[in-house]
Nanobody, 122 residues
Framework: QVQLVESGGGLVQGGGSLRLSCTSS????????VGWFRQAPGREREFVAA????????TYADSVKRRFTISRHNSENTVWLQMSSLKPEDTADYYC???????????????WGQGTQVTVSP
């Protein structure tokens, strides 16, 4: 079973940076496509970024392009989300998820972490 754990969230001022990590404590993450999603209070969950199993393909939501970078080393059981130039509207709970397909839709992801909080002050 894939058991995902996120870390790296916290408080940061606008314009600052954070790096989130996603690691599986169960089956290795190296053969799965991985996505990052976020959900802010009172809002629906939205797609942030995704990376295919090998790390050769990435895709981003328009709202985070040029600011966020998703990455992985296939030999490592971790996927990273580097977030820079953070804005207050980036404040949300961030979740990583694993899928057998590359997708921007949460319904395609079968394994989810518990989330990590990101708060960006004005």
């Amino acid at each position: 079973q894939v058991q995902l754990v996120e870390s790296g969230g916290g408080l940061v001022q606008g314009g600052g940076s954070l790096r989130l990590s996603c690691t599986s404590s169960g089956r290795t993450l190296s053969t799965y496509n991985v996505g990052w999603f976020r959900q802010a209070p009172g809002r629906e969950r939205e797609f942030v970024a995704a990376i295919n199993w090998s790390g050769s393909i990435t895709t981003y939501a328009d709202s985070v392009k040029r600011r966020f970078t998703i990455s992985r080393h296939n030999s490592e059981n971790t996927v990273w989300l580097q977030m820079s130039s953070l804005k207050p509207e980036d404040t949300a709970d961030y979740y990583c998820a694993a899928s057998t397909v590359m997708s921007t839709s949460g319904v395609q992801y079968h394994y989810w972490g518990q989330g990590t909080q990101v708060t960006v002050s004005p």
